[in-house]
């Protein structure tokens, strides 16, 4: 269902008025984690302000410590969809256990399902079976045939709205926090209807190489792109390295623009 030999032409993930993969690119921006009403709000006010019709920003968090900050939940959640509200955007937001799933879809517009889940087959069945619009991040070590695999799961329980993210993947290099695949763009596009978009936030890891592969990303032909911004990133309480501050980000959309009308 996954593969293009299924279902030559693009597949475009409507998700309400907004569609994706549709050829021009779409523009996903926020916090990592939704800390409040106040940084959430300006968090979307700045993304707007670039060009983002989707607001990101995570209210379930997978750390790596069970002692750093683990999320606002539900509180997070409500803050997240009166911000995009405002802003006539959308909300994409992770959901991390199908326990909460009922809960993240009252609010969400895209479900996430995180790179730490994504061989998680029962969260993947019953995103599925809401039939919401999925964004599909590519596991920390994941091959693309693992990923594949992973979107067959939600598709064959009748959700034909995937969106895969490629997000960077573990390699032997230290000097970035991930491998960014560019190359993991092209060849979904080859292998699979669904549209992609890049992460070059969590591929990189480091907020001033984020540009640069954001610009790639679209040069590579991905259908949107996904970036972490914050309004003050020094303070920020997840990612912060990788989260780029208001000028940054608005001057990264300048080029991503060009770029993009270059395509
Ligand atoms: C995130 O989007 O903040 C996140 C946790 O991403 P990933 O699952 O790609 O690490
Ligand atoms: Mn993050």
Partial sequence: LTSREFHPSDTIVEVGDLKIGEGHFVMMAGPCSIEDLDQIMECARIAKEGGATVLRGGAFKPRTSPYAFQGLEEEGLKYIRQAADHYDMKVITEVMDEANLPLVCQYADILQIGARNMQNFKLLQAVGKTGMPVALKRGISGTIDEWL??????????????????????????????????????????????????????????????????????????????????????????????SLNEKNYLNMMEQVNIMNDAM
């Fill in 149 to 242: 695999n992973a979107a067959e799961y939600i598709a064959n329980q009748g959700n034909m709205k995937i969106i895969f993210v490629e997000r960077g993947i573990r390699t032997y290099e230290t000097a970035t926090r991930n491998t960014f695949d560019l190359s993991a763009i092209p060849v979904i596009k080859k292998l699979s209807h669904f549209p992609i978009i890049a992460d070059p936030s969590h591929g990189v890891g480091v907020w001033d190489y984020v540009p640069s592969m954001a610009i790639a990303g679209v040069a590579a032909g991905a259908d949107g792109l996904i970036v972490e911004i914050h309004p003050n990133p020094a303070e920020a309480w997840s990612d912060g390295q990788q």
